[in-house]
């Protein structure tokens, strides 16, 4: 085995040959390669890089700069870690001259690149190697670098939330590091998730015997208590404990000790109806004066599942189990409303119950088969979503300058899908359904965004997400994907999710088997 700091060079090459195959097995033993020749410390910078992640997240240079011609280098000697060390010195960057002095510092690290890791760093900083699979392909490489089993590599990330931090375990310790990865109260996983049918019938159809619960348009919520110690947090892991005080008195309120449970925060108004899901975002949003806040839009936790109970961790039981556990802590008024579905004879149970959800003001139900283990941070199989208007989530991928009332505003959304080998497809776009507020708010992150102006249209990084409800596709030579979608309009921004997160075309056009060639 061979160790010393990793060179660009390596990695720049890595990524285009993993880029150039289609062949799993290929990528695969391409990266278990690389992994073995990383140092640990390699680690939390060559994963983001090879899936396009930029680690400073945004380092606000525009396509002008990075496309300034710079003689290359001859010979490769950058290191990742320089790499690193210069971006985020880049990043730092602020205050008055700070667009000559980035432009100074990317000019000293594109002239320390050779040709071809220039163009590694023209697509990284731009944003345009983004390969939405690798981390998957990681898995397996790392499982195949170390010799651990690839199962439990899966199963150390879902639990670290991080594939990061397994690999930098697996490489300076081995596979016994993975134990460290335990279900911890305290230590958030990312929650599961679901995916969608186009009915209620569908959705039994596919599960057989399952639970119909309520689908309330709140935040996701992962609860921590360990004796009076509670900690809150978002789907992405993000620590909101002291923005909802009123919900860690809940928790405190429940009859076990150790926990951690999965639900919605939500807000309900005088009458017991939810108040609209920018209100409960706007609240869980807020970080000043939380007592004011509080008082004008209170939120409540309603819990539909349970992880972990009295140290012992729940994630490998069926749901029906999980599910009595947390039936046991919690309260009736405090958990999902929900009606028990013995399979497709029943289907008539499970429709009348999302009538009625609907009807208490509610967006749909999310079908659960009542045997399945809780896939943290999966869109597993066994979660069917349920919701009469059908939006998409998509990325924003560039937006053109408003005209007349929207002079100056940057207004048309060109909306991107998913595709099957990590990049995105543009679909369409739309002006419609934003808000005055919108508009001023996308203005300004899509600036931030931007990697080339032509005066016309703003190309961004990809990073945007965007719920959209839109009427059907229909067939156009125009889009690469061969489809457009009809009257597309904007929901509302997601920024709980990442582009990785976004649907892809594969599930849009098995949803519409009508324009299928
Ligand atoms: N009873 C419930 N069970 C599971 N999730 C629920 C439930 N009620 C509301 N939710 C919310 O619905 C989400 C599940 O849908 P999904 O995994 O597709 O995420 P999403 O894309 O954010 O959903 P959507 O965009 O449809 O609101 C969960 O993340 C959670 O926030």
Redesign the pocket.
Same mark, same amino acid.
């Given at each position: 085995m061979h160790h010393g700091c990793m060179l660009l060079h390596r990695l720049a090459r890595v990524s285009q040959e993993v880029a150039a195959t289609s062949a799993r097995s290929r990528k695969t033993a391409l990266l278990a390669e690389l992994f073995r020749d990383a140092e640990a410390d390699d680690v939390p910078i060559v994963i983001p890089y090879l899936a396009g992640r930029l680690p400073q997240g945004r380092i606000g240079v525009g396509w002008k700069v990075l496309s300034r011609p710079v003689a290359p280098a001859a010979e490769p000697s950058l290191t990742v870690r320089d790499v690193d060390a210069r971006l985020a010195e880049l990043a730092k960057v602020s205050g008055p001259g700070s667009q000559a002095e980035r432009a100074r510092l990317v000019g000293e690290l594109m002239g320390a690149a050779t040709e071809e890791e220039q163009r590694f760093l023209l697509g990284l900083l731009t944003g345009e190697v983004r390969q939405g699979a690798l981390d998957a392909v990681a898995v397996e490489g790392l499982a195949q670098a170390t010799g651990a089993p690839a199962a439990d590599v899966r199963r150390a990330v879902m639990l670290a939330g991080s594939l990061q931090s397994v690999a930098e375990a697996l490489l300076a310790d081995g596979p016994a590091s993975l134990d460290r990865f335990r279900l911890t109260v305290g230590r958030p996983v990312l929650?599961?998730?679901?995916?969608?049918a186009s009915s209620v019938a569908e959705a039994v159809d596919k599960l057989g015997a399952c639970a119909v619960?309520?689908?309330?348009? #709140?935040?996701?919520?992962q609860v921590h208590r360990d004796g009076d110690t509670v900690r809150l947090y978002t789907?992405t892991l993000d620590d909101i404990t002291d923005r909802l005080p009123e919900v860690t008195a809940a928790a405190l309120e429940l009859r076990g000790e150790r926990f951690i449970l999965?639900?919605?925060v939500?807000s309900f108004d005088e009458a017991g109806r939810p108040r609209s899901?920018q209100e409960t975002a706007g609240r869980v949003g807020s970080r000043t004066d939380v007592a004011t806040a509080a008082r004008a839009v209170p939120v409540s936790p309603?819990f539909?599942?349970a992880l972990s109970v009295d140290g012992r961790d729940l994630l490998d039981l069926p749901f029906t189990e999980r599910h009595a556990e947390l039936a046991r802590l919690v309260p009736e008024p405090m958990r999902?409303r929900?009606t028990v579905v013995s399979g497709p004879d029943d289907v008539r149970t499970a429709e009348e119950f999302l009538t009625e959800t609907l009807k208490r003001g509610?967006? #749909?139900?999310?079908a659960?088969a009542l045997d399945a283990p809780y896939s943290a941070g999966r869109?597993g199989a066994s979660?069917l979503?349920v919701?009469p208007v059908h939006?998409l989530?998509l990325v924003v991928l560039a937006a053109e300058w408003g005209h007349g009332r929207r002079t100056g505003k940057l207004s048309n959304l060109h909306l991107g899908a998913r595709t099957a080998d990590g990049g995105l497809a543009m679909l369409g776009k739309t002006f419609k359904g934003m808000t005055d507020a919108m508009l001023t708010w996308q203005t300004e992150r899509l600036r931030q965004l931007a990697v080339a102006d032509n005066g016309f249209v703003v190309t961004v990084r990809p990073e945007l997400v965007v719920?959209i409800a839109y009427d059907g596709l229909q067939r156009s030579t125009r889009y690469p994907a061969g489809v457009t979608l009809r009257f597309a309009r904007v929901v509302r921004y997601?920024e709980?999710?990442r582009p990785e997160?976004a649907d892809t075309v594969e599930t849009l056009l098995a949803a519409h088997p009508e324009v299928s060639p």
């Open positions: 929650p599961m998730l679901a995916h969608s619960e309520e689908k309330l348009d #709140g935040i996701r919520v789907r999965d639900g919605e939500i899901f309603v539909f599942d999902v929900r509610h967006e #749909g139900v999310v659960k869109r979660w979503k919701k939006t989530d719920e997601r709980d999710k997160d």
